[in-house]
């Protein structure tokens, strides 16, 4: 099974960027499509983007589409989400996480594996 890393997030202000990454170990990470979601306090897990296995395909939700960037490196086991224009509602802790069987699934219980969330804060 794979293990997954984020890493990337901190403190920004409003209009700025973050590069968020996603580290697999223990696994052939081409085997899984990526996933990224967030949740902010007292709300629930959201999707945020997804990438297929290859990297060919990716998705987006309607919220970062145009602001937020997803891709992978199946050499380097990594995927990474870039997100500019950020917003003070994008604060949240954000995750990534691995699907054996779907590409660009929205629903977070059909993801096996996720990473520990890194915190993404956007405040002036």
Same mark, same amino acid.
């Given at each position: 099974?794979?293990?997954?890393? *984020?890493?990337?997030?901190?403190?920004?202000?409003?209009?700025?960027?973050?590069?968020?990454?996603?580290?697999?170990?223990?696994?052939?990470?081409?085997?899984?499509?990526?996933? =990224?979601?967030?949740?902010?306090?007292?709300?629930?897990?959201?999707?945020?983007? !997804?990438?297929? =296995?290859?990297?060919?395909?990716?998705?987006?939700?309607?919220?970062?589409?145009?602001?937020?960037?997803?891709?992978?490196?199946?050499?380097?086991?990594?995927?990474?989400? @870039?997100?500019?224009?950020?917003?003070?509602? *994008?604060?949240?802790?954000?995750?990534?996480? !691995?699907?054996?069987?779907?590409?660009?699934?929205?629903? !977070?219980?059909?993801? @096996?594996? =996720?990473?520990?969330?890194?915190?993404?804060?956007?405040?002036?």
């Amino acid at each position: 099974q794979v293990q997954l890393v *984020d890493s990337g997030g901190g403190l920004v202000q409003p209009g700025g960027s973050l590069r968020l990454s996603c580290t697999a170990s223990g696994g052939t990470f081409s085997n899984y499509a990526i996933g =990224w979601f967030r949740q902010a306090p007292g709300k629930d897990r959201e999707f945020v983007a !997804a990438v297929s =296995w290859g990297g060919a395909d990716t998705y987006y939700a309607d919220s970062v589409k145009g602001r937020f960037t997803v891709s992978r490196d199946n050499v380097k086991n990594t995927a990474t989400l @870039q997100m500019n224009k950020l917003r003070p509602e *994008d604060t949240a802790v954000y995750y990534c996480a !691995a699907d054996r069987y779907y590409s660009g699934s929205f629903a !977070a219980h059909t993801y @096996q594996f =996720w990473g520990q969330g890194t915190q993404v804060t956007v405040s002036s």
